[in-house]
């Protein structure tokens, strides 16, 4: 049988997740906010068709959305990573090998199902996620992951479809790959597409055939697969395993400006701490921490400042305890007392490169770290939350959760209806 890779993604996944616990949301725009409830990341067709732009900053659009009636969400991103969890959960049901490409969208190896087939269990496919997660979805099928790509954007635009468009049928091929835009390609962006349209590709077909050593010259290797990509060659294989996390970060934006050093310091904690939660999850750890905070370019006419600085420890570690005390150090060594007009800090974060597995790293002969001490300490720790919610027990330099002034704002999100006790749906007799 000839291989068939689809993606499956949610429409408007953020939205689809609020209208899952809300029916009285079907047919009427609905919008999610970023953090700090900043602008517009997922819009239903309805706020689509209002003019609602992706990114659109909800200062600007706020007046609009209320006289259009638009329901504006804070992310409730807890609910969304479960329900991504679940839809997942329901795709491997239905094939043998499934990739997560991000929290809406999963390729599957359908290269089992006979080509008659196909088509019949993506409609299936989209029909069970739909019963029983309330997430609509569509499909695209084909022959490589580039063209399965491909198939799920024509599917999500042509309602004629019904949710699944299948390129690994020929007819279907010929007839989409000649109408359809080359700028619609997964991986073609605003400089790769000025390039392509220089050479006088107009359509996904003209790039297909176009010879592969110009195209490599023009936008690398890259672009070469690409065309290997669409005449059903795969060059783009399933990753089954999840790579190795290289690096970790952990940054917010403050719900307000922040002047003090002693709420700074107590900010970068709480972000020190979740980054350890993090690495402990994966069995990973890290010998240097990058520390950041810095004031805001829309603050006009307040003074400027940005701070980076890498504070390094004696032996790579995961303890949130030592990623804390980096961490601190790092606000401690950059800080600077403000003169009459002090600055008023929008972001802080920590970053982190060159993880390594801990059970690998070499130990310190100076300062070595307590990992026999820390390390139940932290399984104590992680095991609390995880049992009674995160947040249920902190480290003190981080600030109690439910007093930390600083912390992004969220005052339009919903419950966490499928992870949070108190948050579970009450039907009334």
Same mark, same amino acid.
Do not use: P
């Given at each position: 049988m000839s291989r068939a890779i689809a993606l499956i993604d949610g429409n408007s996944f953020y939205c689809s997740c609020e209208r899952v616990f809300d029916p009285k949301l079907a047919g009427k725009p609905v919008i999610v906010l970023s953090n700090n409830d900043g602008c517009a990341i997922a819009r239903t067709a309805e706020a689509k068709a209002l003019g609602i732009k992706m990114g659109a900053p909800y200062f600007q659009?706020?007046?609009?959305?209320?006289?259009? #009636? /638009?329901?504006?969400?804070?992310?409730?991103?807890t609910l969304y990573g479960d329900?991504?969890?679940?839809?997942?959960?329901?795709?491997?049901?239905?094939?043998?090998?499934?990739e997560i490409y991000s929290i809406d969208e999963s390729f599957l190896d359908l290269s089992d199902v006979r080509e008659r087939d196909r088509f019949a269990l993506a409609q299936d496919l989209r029909a069970t996620v739909r019963a029983w997660t309330g997430i609509p979805t569509c499909v695209g099928l084909g022959p490589?992951?580039?063209?399965?790509?491909?198939?799920?954007h024509i599917a999500k635009t042509v309602p004629?479809?019904? #949710? /699944?468009c299948d390129l690994t049928d020929p007819v279907q091929y010929d007839h989409w790959l000649c109408r359809i835009h080359v700028g619609e390609l997964w991986g073609i962006g605003r400089a790769s597409l000025a390039k392509l349209e220089?050479?006088?590709v107009d359509s996904v077909a003209d790039l297909r055939d176009l010879d592969p050593r110009p195209v490599r010259k023009a936008l690398t290797v890259v672009g070469e697969r690409m065309i290997h990509e669409l005449r059903g060659l795969s060059c783009l294989p399933l990753e089954l395993v999840p790579a190795r996390r290289k690096g970790c970060a952990v940054t917010r934006s403050f719900s307000g400006r922040v002047s003090d050093r002693a709420t700074l310091e107590e900010a970068v904690a709480a972000h020190a701490a979740r980054l350890g939660e993090k690495l402990r999850r994966d069995g990973l750890g890290t010998d240097q921490v990058t520390v950041f905070y810095h004031t805001s370019e829309h603050d006009r006419g307040e003074p400027m400042r940005s701070v980076s600085t890498v504070v390094s420890l004696p032996e790579a570690t995961n303890d949130s305890l030592a990623l804390i005390k980096a961490a601190t150090h790092g606000v401690a060594k950059t800080w600077r007392e403000p003169g009459q007009v002090p600055w008023r800090y929008s972001k802080a974060g920590v970053i982190t490169i060159d993880l390594v597995p801990l059970a690998e790293s070499p130990r310190a002969l100076i300062g070595r770290l307590d990992r026999e001490r820390s390390a139940p300490?932290?399984?104590?720790?992680?095991?609390?939350n995880?049992?009674?919610?995160?947040?249920?027990?902190?480290?003190a330099r981080a600030g109690l959760s439910t007093k930390r002034d600083w912390n992004t704002k969220f005052e339009m999100r919903t419950p966490r209806y499928t992870t949070q006790v108190s948050d579970l749906p009450v039907a009334c007799a």
């Open positions: 659009i706020r007046d609009m959305c209320r006289a259009e #009636g /638009v329901r504006v969400f804070s992310s409730n991103y329900m991504s969890a679940r839809t997942n959960a329901v795709y491997r049901d239905f094939a043998r090998d499934v490589t992951k580039t063209l399965a790509k491909l198939a799920n004629d479809l019904g #949710g /699944v220089a050479m006088g300490l932290m399984a104590a720790l992680d095991a609390c995880a049992r009674w919610g995160r947040g249920a027990v902190v480290l």
